[in-house]
């Protein structure tokens, strides 16, 4: 027999060698001595892997949880029983209360729930709401998960998911600077928008059917709300009408993350109230510490539209100001994404969409 | 609850083990968390549905490589703005006082996916047949794809090893490292 190749040294090494290749290398000394060189750089191998690193308790609690609860982690459990029905149509202002609707949540921290508290929940909101409403300095970035069901979801460009993973970072000395980004959940980029009054730009991209496309804009002079600061809006107003609830339920979670507070509101508003914007239920996570929104959730109607949204913040850092790195509120260029450019008005939506039929119109005539 | 029950018995008992096949796949905790919850879970839903229990611990991997893969092809897909939005996070700090371990944890990352993914298959002291299951590839390809992992392991360690004595990690073809 022929001295053995690798493959066969190593399929020695782990006891997956046929006798004939075992009983070779037990005869050949030069087999032999690259059995036992492979056996050793293998277990140096093995050492390195299995090196001991122990899972994390926290972490550990939250899997038992998991388990113990069944299934369906995640923010997606209001989706099973979002009302459903009714037409749905997709709107102009799509854009602003869509990422407004950055809001919601259905938690699943799964940490240690304990008992009700003696603390107030109409306490704890409000002071959570107040924390909405101060003035923040310095660069925020915030990852959130977010899943949209009913009228939110369609006025998705991508609605087949409705589940969406977010970045969102924030110039809070510099008004109206910020970018957000919307990936679906394989981390594909669904679209994204950045604003920088310093440069006097805003940047929307967004892929339709495949075809990248980008819109630049200058901006107006008069520069309105942002989606952050609407997002902000709409869960503070969210959170006040929780609050403004008669009955709220408080537990008190003891978590990895430290304490937090989850208040479920069954049913928020009235009933057949015909209100524009109408809950009817929500659940809010607050962090003990800061009283930051940890994870948020809301079903409701908007304009006698079904929607649910949930919300779950996975990361946010704040940075110095003077922090801001160099094309932090800009866009990568894509060499094949197709770009439009124009003046800008307060309302991006708008401007993509005027913007792309002009560019059509022009076309159009080119053509004739 | 009886599926529930055995679904945390096994997390206790291979959990870390699977923690740590994760993170040396993706060096990124946080989706190594992810990989093991939702790994667990899947167990959880296989048990309830009275899936095959004969070989549990192969079925863990292979669904923890599966998941691990579905994680780095979408961080693949993955577009940061800026690298400071998403920053990797270190593994935790090991009992590794001369640094031999790190730096033959930090080769293992500069190896291709598939290499690593093998040898953190065969770590687990996974048959061929699993490790082909878990990996996708042919049975008959696993010796030999797996020696050639190895090999490369050993040229990136030897790319960087520390030196001094103890610290030395004996190759077949490239002698004292």
Redesign the interface.
């Known amino acids: 027999m022929k001295c053995l190749n690798d493959a066969q040294i190593q399929a020695i090494v782990d006891r997956e060698a046929g006798d004939d290749v075992r009983q070779h290398a037990e005869s050949c000394g030069h087999c032999g001595d690259r059995v036992r060189g492979r056996q050793a750089l293998a277990a140096a191998a093995v050492e390195a892997i299995n090196a001991p690193s122990g899972i994390p308790p926290d972490f550990s609690r939250r899997v038992h949880f998991a388990l113990s609860e069944g299934s369906n982690p995640g923010a997606t459990r209001l989706r099973a029983t979002v009302a459903r029905g009714g037409s749905s149509r997709p709107a102009l202002w799509t854009v602003a209360a869509v990422t407004a609707a950055t809001l919601i949540a259905v938690l699943f921290v799964a940490p240690i729930v304990k008992g009700p508290a003696t603390v107030s929940a109409s306490e704890i909101l409000a002071k959570s709401a107040s924390r909405l409403a101060e003035r923040v300095t310095g660069i925020e970035s915030l990852e959130y998960e977010l899943v949209l069901d009913g009228m939110t979801r369609e006025m998705m460009p991508d609605h087949e998911n409705g589940t969406y993973r977010m970045k969102q970072v924030i110039d809070h000395d510099t008004a109206g600077r910020y970018l957000l980004a919307t990936y679906d959940p394989s981390g594909a980029l669904v679209s994204s928008i950045v604003q920088d009054p310093a440069a006097n730009r805003r940047v929307v991209s967004a892929r339709v059917e495949d075809v990248p496309y980008r819109f630049e804009f200058t901006l107006p002079d008069n520069v309105t709300l942002s989606p952050p600061e609407l997002e902000r809006l709409h869960m503070g107003a969210s959170v006040a009408m929780m609050q403004a609830s008669g009955n709220q339920q408080l537990q008190v979670i003891e978590g990895a993350a430290g304490r937090q507070y989850r208040i479920e509101v069954p049913h928020v508003s009235a009933e057949s109230s015909g209100a524009v914007w109408d809950l009817a239920e929500a659940q809010v996570v607050i962090d003990a510490d800061d009283y930051h929104i940890v994870a948020f959730a809301v079903k409701g109607t908007f304009l006698k539209q079904p929607y649910s949204l949930s919300y779950r913040l996975i990361n946010r850092t704040i940075a110095a100001g003077t922090a801001v790195q160099p094309g932090l509120f800009d866009l990568p260029q894509d060499p094949g994404a197709i770009t439009i450019k124009g003046e800008g008005t307060a309302i991006p939506a708008r401007d993509v969409l005027v913007s792309a039929l002009g560019e059509l119109a022009r076309a159009r005539q080119a053509r004739q | 609850m009886q599926a529930?029950r055995a679904?945390?018995d096994l997390?206790e008992q291979h959990?870390?083990?699977v923690?740590?096949?994760a993170?040396?796949l993706l060096h990124h905790q946080?989706d190594a968390?992810d990989v093991?919850?939702e790994t667990?879970?899947k167990l959880?839903?296989h048990l309830t549905a009275g899936g095959d229990a004969t070989n549990l611990r192969g079925w863990l991997f292979t669904v923890a490589a599966h998941a691990a893969r579905d994680r780095q092809?979408?961080?693949a897909?993955?577009?940061?703005?800026?690298q400071?939005?998403d920053p990797r996070v270190a593994?935790?700090q090991?009992?590794?006082e001369d640094g031999r371990?790190r730096a033959?944890?930090a080769?293992?990352h500069r190896l291709p996916n598939r290499d690593r993914l093998l040898?953190?298959l065969?770590?687990q002291e996974l048959?061929?047949r699993d490790i082909a299951v878990a990996s996708g590839i042919r049975p008959s390809s696993v010796?030999?794809l797996?020696?050639?992992a190895?090999?490369r392991?050993?040229r990136e360690?030897s790319s960087t090893a520390p030196a001094g004595p103890g610290q030395k990690?004996?190759?077949?073809?490239h002698g004292l490292i």
Do not use: M, N
């Open positions: 529930s679904a945390q997390f959990g870390a083990a923690y740590r096949f993170t040396v946080q968390e093991v919850q667990f879970l959880l839903h092809r979408r961080r897909r993955w577009i940061p703005w800026a400071v939005h593994p935790p090991l009992p590794d371990l033959a944890r080769a293992l040898l953190a065969r770590a048959s061929y010796g030999r797996l020696a050639r190895l090999d392991w050993g360690c990690i004996k190759t077949e073809r």
